[in-house]
């Protein structure tokens, strides 16, 4: 019995069902896989409850199509088909000194993080603070456990974004890269929570979850981008390095091969005008406090902006398109016109909930109402019912659409009255006068330079987009639905990106 039967003879490659014994023919196709498994175990509802043995279910629903012992701990011994035995209870990473739980240590650790979960309710009810602390425990606790031979990182980063949803919150680690995960977890073992509690809070924050997406989003054609740290600028922290432009509402910084990511409101709008990408700049993050309560403002319209804003939706013939288009696909959805006349104007005063909403109703659309036209016998549809799931995706969008540009219409206002103040003096040009030619080495962030797609996320979007298809023959709601929570965000940007289930697996 040894560790060694896990691979084959005198190879790195571990036995798998392919027979595959090349390496990276063997990687590529398990992470294919794996990845099209995942896109199945996210669509899933969540557990009755988060333990061990639902860290089991994913690790075997991710790897069953590649490995005989998928689900199966690596204390514990296993036989395989061609009669070997193989076990691994001590087990160590590559180039770090630090080991993982042995042997009977791993069910103990794993014992631990079940109580944890169950004592504090899944986490129900906490805020989002409580949230990140408590999952930078549960996370820690599953990387030192580490209880399978491989596809450890996948799985519990599938645990951890269903425990999320189950809590009431988002984590979304595709916007975490694999240097980022590995240095955060490396960090906690050593005693330094700190760098994995930050990490989630990036992405469980909507707001600098926004930002990273943005960043992703363009610079897919950084090279060897996910051995690099990206993240958002800590507060009070100064960061002096090369601007690399910006999109929509954050910018980004290379300094010393790290992306920093920040909001654009945070430079003094004659900065942000005269900045080139390439440009040396020295940039300070504001404190936590004052920052949340300068969002908090600059998002407020006074009462004159107010009167100004009404006035303009009124008269807007877009405007009026859409909901126009709402009012219809509410009509052949519900069977009501006006139904979702509350939700707009709630959408009017905060145009983020519009995403949420859209998100609600592509998941159960039930909750506003019950759907237009019946089931007979529970089985067959009438045409009303069925014309009422065929619309309900294209409602969605319009949802979206209508706090898309009811966002616009706010932020032109507020843009325009920066714009006033810069004008009138308001902001300092802190920029330097020393501007520099982009060194080679750096990649820019500008959509014009980054241009390039992982063939990874092309075969995955062909597998999202082939199940979207095959769903749609069956019941709406048990299929595109929770499909279209992961992917239909990116997808209204146009771009060829591909859900959280994509990235896990970069």
């Not at 269903?162 to 980022?180: I, N, P, Q």
């Not at 469980?204 to 740290?229: H, T, V, Y």
């Not at 009303?384 to 995706?393: C, P, S, V, Y």
């Not at 146009?494 to 289930?501: G, V």
């Amino acid at each position: 019995m040894s560790a060694q039967n896990y691979t084959y003879p005198d190879s790195r490659t571990l036995k798998n069902k392919y027979g595959i014994k090349n390496l990276k023919k063997f990687e590529k196709k398990c992470a294919h896989d794996s990845a099209r498994a995942a896109v199945n175990l996210l669509r899933e509802s969540a557990p009755e409850r988060f333990d061990v043995n639902y860290l089991q279910h994913i690790h075997k629903s991710l790897f069953n199509s590649t490995f005989e012992w998928a689900g199966q701990t690596r204390e514990k011994s296993f036989q395989f088909s061609d009669g070997s035995v193989a076990s691994m209870p001590g087990m160590q990473k590559v180039n770090v000194r630090i080991p993982f739980a042995i042997d009977g240590e791993i069910r103990k650790t794993l014992d631990e993080v079940d109580k944890n979960i169950l004592a504090n309710n899944y986490f129900k009810g906490s805020s989002r603070e409580e949230f990140v602390d408590q999952m930078a425990n549960v996370l820690t606790k599953l990387n030192h456990a580490h209880p399978f031979r491989e596809g450890n990182g996948r799985t519990q980063r599938i645990f951890c974004t269903k425990l999320a949803e189950a809590s009431g919150h988002t984590l979304d680690f595709s916007l975490v890269t694999k240097f980022r995960m590995d240095y955060a977890s490396i960090m906690a073992a050593k005693g330094e929570p700190g760098v994995m509690k930050y990490m989630l809070d990036d992405i469980s924050n909507p707001e600098k979850m926004a930002m990273l997406k943005d960043f992703f989003n363009d610079a897919s054609g950084i090279k060897e981008l996910k051995r690099r740290l990206v993240m958002t600028a800590y507060p009070e922290k100064t960061y002096h390095g090369t601007y690399l432009g910006g999109s929509n509402g954050s910018f980004a910084i290379e300094t010393q091969g790290i992306y920093i990511v920040a909001h654009k409101s945070n430079l003094p709008p004659e900065q942000l005008r005269n900045l080139k990408v390439g440009d040396f700049i020295s940039y300070t993050e504001p404190a936590a406090k004052s920052l949340e309560e300068k969002r908090r403002l600059e998002k407020e319209l006074s009462p004159h902006e107010r009167n100004e804003f009404a006035a303009k939706i009124e008269t807007d013939p877009l405007a009026k398109e859409i909901i126009k288009e709402i009012q219809k696909l509410s009509k052949a959805v519900y069977g009501k016109l006006d139904i979702l006349g509350d939700k707009l104007e709630e959408i009017k005063e905060n145009p983020s909930l519009g995403e949420e909403l859209s998100w609600k109703v592509a998941e159960k659309p039930q909750f506003i109402n019950k759907l237009a036209g019946r089931k007979i016998l529970g089985v067959i549809k009438s045409d009303l019912r069925k014309q009422a799931e065929d619309n309900i995706i294209p409602l969605c969008h319009a949802l979206e659409k209508y706090s898309g540009y009811m966002g616009k219409v706010k932020v032109g206002i507020i843009q325009n009255r920066q714009m006033k103040r810069s004008h009138r003096g308001i902001g300092v040009d802190l920029s330097t006068k020393q501007t520099q030619s982009p060194p080679a080495k750096v990649r820019r962030y500008d959509k014009e330079f980054l241009s390039s797609e992982m063939r990874l996320k092309e075969q995955i979007n062909k597998e999202l987009q082939s199940q979207k298809m095959r769903a749609m023959g069956r019941n709406h709601s048990e299929g595109v639905s929770r499909d279209v929570k992961k992917i239909h965000h990116h997808a209204r940007q146009n771009k060829a990106q591909s859900p959280k289930a994509v990235a896990m697996f970069r």
